[in-house]
């Protein structure tokens, strides 16, 4: 399934798309399967922390931007193709992180010769371009967060029901209806293909190390300081749903308003976490907007 963390629609998350090419970049200790497509200026898209999640799942929004832009979906190390090459500290919940995330893109940029991109994050991915913003400011052109993380806030019970999330029909039906408002992605094929995703071997028993109790920490592990906010330098877009029950608005885009230097927003009504796959077309017009302007 192409969105596995937002639950896009099933004809839809089916669809091959053969304007997307996918290759693993081997890049300091991490195996990182990274899809590309199209060319101009570079766009990163980071995907987030739902299981059985990928960078598949900005295929429909890569195909929408592929005439315009360049751009580059990688899976992080634990998620689907990538992972963590044999040797000391390549098992358990240390090989992941936002420390490790964003060396992996770090080290993705430079071994990609990309001096200069743009970034959007899905919230874990979001907190992870935040970093990556961050760390590398002359290189970060534009900063996106979706419904992100990256700020410290009490642990949401729905992410809270998100990460504690182990296999099974129930579990999986009560995810999709975690992450959408539209009763439309909440289909038994839906359902289906949510839990086949979170079965695949290499995720699932990375899944099951990278997130364990007491998860508080794992937010706070994800936040950025407000000091570190405060240097980012890259105009920031922020997207959210308002009826967001994984990252709720007030506890992030709300606050990251006040928090960051050159920041906007831009809000979604009657829609949860998944606005890129519940709000497609308006999210692709919103980005090319936002990433084309002088």
Known sequence: MSFPESGARPEVARTRRPDIEGRTVRVAGRETF???AGSGPAVVLLHGSGPGTTGAAWEPLMAAMAPDFRVIAPDFVGFGRSRMLPGPGSEGEHSYGRRAWTAQVLELLDELALDRCAVVGNSMGGAI?????????????????????????????????LWAYRPGRAAARGLLELLHV?????????????LAATLEPGPLEAFAVMFPPPRQRWVRDLALSTDELARIRAPALLVHGAEDRVVPLESSTLRLLHLLPDVRAHLFGACGHASPAERPAELHRLLTTFLEEP
């Open 34 to 36: 990274v899809r590309e």
């Open 129 to 161: 371009a935040l970093s990556v913003a961050h760390a590398r400011p002359r290189s970060v052109t534009r900063l996106v967060g979706i419904g992100t993380l990256g700020l410290d806030m009490p642990l949401p019970p729905g992410l809270d029901q």
């Open 182 to 194: 539209d009763e439309a992605f909440r289909t038994d094929e839906a359902v289906e293909a949510r």
